[in-house]
Structure formats: C-alpha cells, structure tokens
C-alpha cells in the first residue's frame, strides 16, 4: 500500500525557513521520483519541485533561490527546506509520488499518491 | 511556463446530469493532461492521465479527452459524491495546474 506523510511544524516566523519531511512506504525512492506541492487556502496547488529517483533534482524557476529538496533513502524519507518565508508562503504542503507513462512516445509523469498535506502558518 | 486555463469557475449540476469541464493550454502538451478531485480537507485524487486514461478504481462515468491545448473532464450522470473541487494539470514541462472548477450538486 503506497503511503506518503508528511511532517513539519505548523507555524513559522516570517523571514524563517521551512522545513518538512515526508516519509515514504509501500515504494521505493530509487523507483520513483517525489514531488512537493503546495495548495493556499482556497487556491490551485503549485507544484514546488521534485526528487528523482536517481537522486537528482529539479525546481520551480519561481522558487529556486528559496528551495532545497533532499532525501535519506536508508529512512525512506524525502526533505523540503524553503527560506525566507512570507505570509504569502501559508498554506498546506504536500508531497507526492510521481508516476511515469508513456503512450508509446515520451515518458510523462502524474501525481497518482499524495499525502495528508501539512498545514503551515507564517505569522510572527 | 506552461500556463493552464481552466473553465468554468464553478457549475452547478442535477443529480444524473452530464457535466463538462474545459482546460486550455498556453501551448502543445502532447496529451500529458491530468484531472484531480479535491473534496474539503482532503488532498487531490487522481482521476484521468494521458488526457484519457481513467486511474484505477475511478467510476466510468468519468472520462478525458482532447489533444492539443485542448482538453475536457466529462462527469456522464452526475452523483453526490462527485460534489468537489476539479484541477486540470498538465505534465509535458514539468507541473502545472488549472485554477480550479467547483462543482456542487443542484
């Protein structure tokens, strides 16, 4: 059973950095790769960045200078640390499994797992 | 960046009625078009990939299709538990997601 959660604290200081963990089972992180979206309340999701599974990573361009993904595979866990936070920076964080297909053509990839989400504040 | 449009805002259907939802992309994506529903406090589900291909364990009255910068999410009679939020996202660069349709039961 493919399960994904994630943990972190709710609240953060402006200017502060985030950080989230999201720990993995019923898969394996050199199998797939892990995302990391985030939803404002009432909003679309934003996807943030993703993990491969060969342990390389890709970012948003519009969070690039702010983000860092990284992961322990022997805990089956996935790392997001994000700095200097704003209060536009509220909302619930996710991560997710990205699964490939392909029709016959180029490999693409959808989110077909995603965890609780995080709820995370910025407020002094 | 691939930008998604996603129409309508929100809609309002009877119990059985067929419902449509549109999503336009900003450019080709190649049929790398996915639809997610997101009920209150919950986190989205995957319901269509590949524009067409329904997830596993989706009712079939939930299907995709379009091609190109076009696509669309057909509910064929819509039920009570299919109330909630909608997301196109594409997958051809990376991620990208619609802004979201709301559907409630009349």
């Known amino acids: 059973q493919v399960q994904l959660k994630e943990s972190g604290p709710g609240l953060v200081q402006p200017s502060e950095t985030l950080s989230l963990t999201c720990t993995v089972s019923?898969?394996?992180?050199?199998?797939?790769?892990v995302s990391w979206v985030r939803q404002p309340s009432g909003k679309g999701p934003e996807w943030m960045g993703r993990?491969?599974?060969?342990?390389?990573?890709a970012y948003n361009s519009a969070l690039k200078s702010r983000l860092s993904i990284s992961r322990d595979t022997s805990k089956n866990q996935v790392f997001l640390k994000m700095n200097s936070l704003q209060t536009d920076d509220t909302g619930t964080y996710y991560c997710?499994?990205?699964?490939?297909?392909?029709?016959?053509?180029?490999?693409?990839?959808?989110?077909?797992?995603w965890g609780q989400g995080a709820s995370v504040t910025v407020s002094s | 960046d691939i930008q998604m449009t996603q129409s309508p805002a929100s809609l309002s259907a009877s119990l059985g009625e067929t419902v449509s939802i549109e999503c336009l992309a900003s450019?080709?994506?190649?049929?790398?078009l996915a639809w997610y529903q997101q009920k209150p406090g919950k986190s989205p589900q995957l319901l269509i990939y590949?524009?067409?291909s329904l997830q596993d364990g989706v009712p079939s009255r939930f299907s995709g299709s379009g091609s190109g910068t076009q696509y669309s999410l057909k509910i064929s009679g819509m039920q009570p538990e299919d109330e909630g939020v909608y997301y196109c996202?594409?997958?051809?660069?990376?991620?990208?997601f619609g802004a979201g349709t709301k559907l409630e039961l009349k």
């Open positions: 590949g524009a067409s």
């Open positions: 450019e080709g994506i190649s049929n790398s």
């Open positions: 993990m491969w599974y060969d342990g390389d990573t």
């Open positions: 019923g898969f394996s992180l050199t199998s797939y790769s």
């Open positions: 996202q594409q997958g051809y660069k990376y991620y990208t």
């Open positions: 997710t499994r990205d699964l490939a297909y392909s029709g016959g053509g180029p490999y693409y990839y959808v989110m077909d797992a």
